[in-house]
């Protein structure tokens, strides 16, 4: 049986003391039949990560065919690290309790002294004790009612987590509505990896009543990053963050814009920053654009999959979607707002960031408004070996120039051209080729980025995004750094995989003379 099911007996003080067990168990590194391998500084890192708002784990449960195929989801992807987010369950409290009464609370671990609360329990329980949740270990963080709360499982095969942490202080205490855990894990170069669940809340439609709290949260989480990259910890960041961060990241965007509070026509106006959908108002937008940046974070999700390749509101690139009936006026709309982010250090090694969830009738939700998230990355190491070789050459010799130069465009193109002058650079850290245009930021540096493997001897180049800032379309630039990382592949008898759809489907398609370069 799941740890969580382990109660102390009688005594007003039950939840202080199951709190108190918990914690030494943490400590002491202890989880429920750990695999002997698995040990608080040996066994593998967590590679792979799947991110879901359930909205109610309770109702997905009671849910037969929703919550099989899910479990079939999980039994296919094997993801070493799973986080929950709006689990909606109850937190352990004295009998009698109500909802903010200020009564003790043991927020990691559900409650069951209450006879509804006991049986959407024993629902739940009965569904992570089966294959395949059985070989992960749950760990909990809940408000005083149904309300948001989250939950994180981590495979008993992997790593054991040095300690668990519940709200952006890094510290021992629950967030009072259960909206952080993480788990942070020792590494061999004497780092850690945090990997964080987080849920945050709705920015919702007032002052007095969301915006304020918003805002707190958001500043809370800048100064977590902050700390995290002052102290050199590597994040791997899950969750729904209430917040589509560009046009590109919904369905619709001068419908999500011009969005007001229906409900609520006497609350005062909001001012423009803060007008529109929640999730897509320009203040949220722009304090989301400084966590990433401060804190060294990339979207993995856009940094595999440029907004061109979805070119309709059903593809896989939204992670909430309105309901499928066709009077809801958020029908065939959606938006991003789950996130799969990882800091910037280990961007070379995302082999696949994706949106299950697909299509206006919500296909591969799973009940939920929200689809699942997937990330994994490549184990540390399998890449940075082969990369040494490919910059030194195969003489040996380290190259005098990692620049590259741009080959020049057609007379065509000079017109729309950038600059002859441009340079593109081979950043192998990164695993991408970069264009370097003076007065162009970083965000919107055009790029190509990669993944490098080794297949039977030969070295593959796997081509999986190009992207170029929509201010610098039209001109070939996308191009010209396809041909850069061509040549750079030629002179080192690298094969292709090109997994980008543009270059699969229009560069080689132009440029016929790479296609032998091709697996």
Not at 13 to 38: I, L, N, T, V, W
Not at 269 to 287: C, I, L, M, V
Not at 347 to 358: L, T, Y
Request: aromatic letters at 8%; proline letters at 5%; hydrophobic letters at 30%.
């Amino acid at each position: 049986m799941l740890k969580f099911l382990k109660r102390e007996s009688g005594g007003g003080d039950r939840e202080e003391k199951q709190k108190k067990r918990r914690e030494e168990e943490e400590q002491r590194g202890e989880d429920e039949d750990p695999s002997p391998a698995s040990t608080l500084s040996s066994g593998r890192l967590p590679l792979s990560f799947l991110s879901w708002n359930a909205n109610s784990l309770v109702n997905r449960c009671k849910e037969g065919s929703n919550i099989k195929d899910w479990l079939d989801l999980v039994r296919g992807l094997q993801p070493d690290v799973i986080a929950l987010q709006e689990v909606r369950m109850v937190a352990s409290a004295p009998p009698g309790s109500k909802r903010g009464d200020g009564r003790k609370r043991d927020r990691g671990s559900p409650r069951d002294n209450d006879k509804e609360c006991k049986e959407e329990l024993m629902l739940v329980a009965e569904v992570l004790n089966k294959e395949p949740l059985c070989d992960y270990v749950v760990r909990w963080s809940l408000a005083d009612w149904r309300y948001a709360g989250t939950a994180l499982l981590v495979r008993k095969d992997v790593r054991r987590p040095v300690s668990f942490h519940y709200n952006l202080d890094l510290g021992k205490e629950h967030d009072e509505n259960g909206r952080v855990i993480m788990a942070k894990f020792a590494k061999e170069d004497g780092k850690e990896l945090l990997v964080v669940n987080a849920y945050a809340p709705n920015n919702g439609w007032k002052e007095e009543s969301n915006f304020a709290k918003r805002r707190e949260w958001d500043a809370k989480l800048l100064s977590f990053v902050r700390r995290c990259k002052r102290d050199q910890v590597e994040l791997a960041w899950l969750g729904d963050l209430n917040v589509a961060h560009r046009d590109c990241d919904v369905t619709h965007p001068d419908f999500f814009r011009s969005q007001r509070n229906d409900r609520d026509r006497s609350a005062a106006k909001p001012s423009s920053q803060d007008a529109g959908q929640p999730g897509f108002t320009q203040n949220e937008q722009e304090r989301f654009s400084r966590v990433l940046e401060e804190g060294g974070l990339v979207d993995t999700f856009r940094l595999l999959h440029r907004p061109e390749e979805f070119e309709s509101s059903d593809d896989p690139a939204w992670t909430w979607r309105g309901s499928a009936h066709l009077t809801d006026k958020y029908h065939n709309r959606g938006m991003r707002i789950d996130y799969c982010l990882l800091s910037s250090c280990l961007a070379g090694r995302v082999r696949e960031s994706r949106v299950i969830g697909h299509s206006r009738k919500r296909e591969n939700f799973f009940g939920s408004d929200h689809s699942p998230i997937f990330m994994a990355l490549f184990p540390e190491g399998e890449e940075e070996g082969e990369q040494k070789r490919e910059e030194e050459g195969e003489d040996g010799k380290g190259e005098e120039e990692e620049v590259v130069v741009v080959q020049k465009c057609t007379e065509s193109q000079q017109v729309e051209a950038v600059s002859s002058s441009e340079r593109i650079r081979h950043e192998p850290e990164s695993s991408r080729f970069v264009m370097l245009i003076p007065g162009v930021s970083s965000e919107d540096t055009p790029l190509l980025t990669y993944t490098l493997r080794k297949e039977g001897g030969a070295t593959i180049m796997d081509m999986q995004h190009t992207f170029t800032p929509p201010a610098l379309r039209g001109r070939g630039i996308a191009e010209e750094l396809c041909v850069a990382a061509f040549q750079f592949c030629s002179s080192r008898a690298i094969k292709v995989i090109p997994s980008c759809s543009y270059i699969r489907d229009t560069f080689l398609g132009r440029r016929k003379e790479f296609l032998p370069q091709v697996v």
